[in-house]
């Protein structure tokens, strides 16, 4: 088993360009052993480039990678302590769930009794015993998913690397297969490297995660630190839905930090970051934070409150979202829960205060 505080991934300013296209710039990153751990981010923003990379698939332009404490740069994947699930699936198609399983087996020239009793127990992990005789053409695509899991498992590698790996399935069974996953490596005990761009499949399965955009490492955190205490604009815009407030910083408090929006002047703390006065800097607050307060509601001390122009309701089953409008024309999104009567019900056009507690504002320096 691994060591409470082994290493399994530690990259050192890892860059990598296709041409022109500066794909991954010096990224920092450390991965416990044991973590489930996700890379989370947009639609080309690096995170295929730094899993192939971690499997030896391209070579990196600058940096270094070392796995469980040993330098595999320059190694090729099948000298590294790692297995892929890549994000087609990808099976033989003229091969059986069983022998889809054992490829990688037969290929290292096991014994067959020890390729069958391996690909037997993985079969039975993997949820799949019942199917080790079926063609790929006749699985669902969770079974699919799930046959890929165990040809990688089988191979018993410290690390697995998955590319979207639920990217092919719908909603429902996306989570479903989720938590399966998440089960799965706490079952296997390796560290999983899971690359998403959906949020929801990430705060699922991880342990902990990294943001990825634009080439950059942006943040890393467990889910919840990153849901509660983005640090960066671009956390708090990616995850979780939050208004955010652009200003500049007019005055530094016992109180906390002013930033002046141009209609209204926020105060918030500074969370141990330095701001200084005239610096441009952002303030986020999560949706289901902020309240539109009724007529001759007035806000107490302890919320922050802002005049708005009520522009609509959009009910979204178990919430309802009040949109308005700020004094700068930005839009300002209140969530609460649906409550189906007329408690809840503004005018189109009305003046109305929105408002949300001031401790759980955070501010964004970059
Ligand atoms: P993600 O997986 O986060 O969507 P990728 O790592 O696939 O992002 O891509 C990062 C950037 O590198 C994108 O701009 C993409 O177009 C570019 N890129 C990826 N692979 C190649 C390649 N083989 N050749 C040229 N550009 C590439
Ligand atoms: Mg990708």
């Not at 990688?152 to 590698?157: D, F, G, K």
């Not at 200003?247 to 200084?276: E, K, M, N, W």
């Not at 024309?329 to 189109?348: C, L, T």
Request: proline share 4%; hydrophobic share 40%.
């Amino acid at each position: 088993m691994n060591q409470p505080n082994e290493i399994a991934v530690q990259v050192s300013g890892l860059s990598k360009n296709y041409g022109a296209v500066q794909a991954l710039r010096g990224v920092d990153l450390s991965i416990g052993a044991g973590e489930y751990f996700v890379l989370l981010g947009p639609s080309g923003g690096g995170k295929t480039t730094l899993l192939r990379l971690l499997g030896g698939f391209i070579r990196p332009s600058a940096g270094q990678i070392l796995l469980h404490g040993r330098d595999v740069s320059e190694q090729p994947p099948n000298r590294r302590p790692t297995s892929m699930v890549f994000q087609s699936f990808a099976l033989f198609p003229h091969m059986t769930v069983a022998q889809n399983v054992g490829y990688g087996l037969r290929l290292r020239r096991l014994p067959k009794a020890e390729i069958a009793s391996r690909v037997d127990a993985m079969l039975e992990l993997v949820g799949l015993s019942a199917l080790a005789g079926r063609m790929p053409h006749a699985l669902s695509g969770g079974q699919q998913q799930r046959v890929q899991l165990g040809r990688s498992l089988v191979l018993e590698a410290d690390i697995l690397l998955l590319d979207e790996p639920l990217a092919a399935l719908d909603a429902k069974l996306r989570k479903d297969m989720c938590l399966e996953l998440k089960h799965l490596q706490e079952q296997v005990g390796i560290t999983f490297v899971h690359v998403t761009h959906n949020q929801e499949e990430a705060m699922t399965v991880a342990d902990n995660m990294a943001i990825i955009a634009n080439g950059e490492l942006v943040e890393t955190g467990t889910a919840q630190d990153l849901y509660e205490n983005p640090r960066r604009r671009f956390t708090a815009d990616f995850i979780g839905e939050n208004n955010i407030f652009d200003g500049r910083v007019s005055g530094l408090t016992s109180g906390g930090v002013d930033v002046d929006l141009g209609f209204a002047i926020l105060t918030v703390d500074a969370h141990g970051q330095t701001p200084r006065v005239g610096d441009n800097v952002s303030v986020s607050v999560r949706s289901e934070l902020v309240r539109v307060l009724g007529r001759g509601e007035a806000p107490d001390a302890l919320l922050q409150s802002v005049p708005a122009t009520y522009g609509e309701a959009v009910y979204l089953g178990l919430a309802t979202s009040h949109v308005a409008s700020l004094a700068n024309g930005d839009a300002i999104v209140a969530r609460h829960i649906s409550r189906g009567d007329a408690s809840d019900v503004f005018e189109a056009e009305a003046q109305v205060t929105y408002a949300w507690p001031r401790a759980r504002m955070r501010l964004h320096l970059s």
